[in-house]
């Protein structure tokens, strides 16, 4: 019964990891060429900086407003990481037409690196998770040690 089991979880665990293999990937580089085709850079400002407080017991972060003005005109303000920026500071944005107040600094990266890396590294300890429960799940039933046969006489 407990090999049942196993053979279970082998499946489902390998099918989980082929699973994110199969879309975390190709939606991983889809948002990164997304962000390639479809953003637009615009000069930014840095108006003024602030501390994020978060709760639990992640780190504060320092975060940035800034104001950029679209080509036909429109200013508009995003919340970017502040990681060396100061009020007055003069940037390059990268933004979505559709959505400018989600800007990014331009000449920083996305994440999209480290997204790739982690659903590769999640993915490897799925299917090394599926292969030992799966080889433990096949494994023949081990002989009885102590003698007792149950269904027959010996």
Excluded at 3 to 13: D, F, K
Excluded at 101 to 129: E, N, P, W, Y
Aim: charged share 25%.
């Amino acid at each position: 019964m407990a090999y049942r089991a196993m053979l279970v979880a082998g499946l489902v665990t390998g099918a989980g990891g082929l699973a994110l293999l199969g879309a975390g990937l190709p939606g991983a580089l889809l948002l990164r060429r997304r962000w390639a085709a479809e953003g637009t850079t615009a000069e930014a400002r840095c108006l003024e900086t602030y501390v994020q407080e978060r709760r639990d017991d992640r780190p504060s972060v320092r975060r940035a407003i800034v104001e950029f003005r679209t080509p036909d005109g429109t200013a508009h303000r995003a919340h970017l990481q502040a990681r060396d920026l100061v009020a007055g500071d003069v940037l390059t944005v990268r933004y979505r037409p559709r959505r400018p107040s989600r800007a990014l600094h331009a000449d920083r990266s996305d994440g999209t690196a480290a997204l790739l890396v982690a659903i590769v590294v999640l993915t490897l300890a799925l299917l090394t998770t599926a292969g030992i429960t799966l080889h433990l799940g096949l494994a023949p039933d081990p002989e009885p040690a102590d003698g007792w046969h149950f269904g027959g006489t010996r």
